[in-house]
């Protein structure tokens, strides 16, 4: 969420100020990102004590699936959990 500077005519932006369905959005979306920031600092901070990677193509976990090479580019798994596709 980018954060602006506020004025009068704006509505506020900061998470502390919203009301309603806004908070409540922002409140999922804030816990979200936390629950997949804890994984991701988990996930390099094994691979930097054991060695590994966190950031792997699909076809590391699915060798047999044709499927996963038709978005080579842009799909891939985070820490061995999370699918992560971004729309672009």
Sequence with gaps: MARFHYDNESMPNEPYLMN???L???????HDRYQTLRHMYTC?????????????????????????YTD???????GGAL???PIL
Excluded: Q, W
């Design 20 to 22: 309603g369905t806004y």
């Design 24 to 30: 409540e959005i922002t409140k999922r979306a804030m």
């Design 44 to 68: 390099l901070f094994e691979a930097h004590k054991n060695g590994g990677t966190c950031f792997d193509p699909l076809f590391y976990y699915f060798p047999t699936d044709d499927n996963v």
């Design 72 to 78: 080579i580019e842009s799909t891939f798994i985070v």
């Design 83 to 85: 699918k992560v596709t």
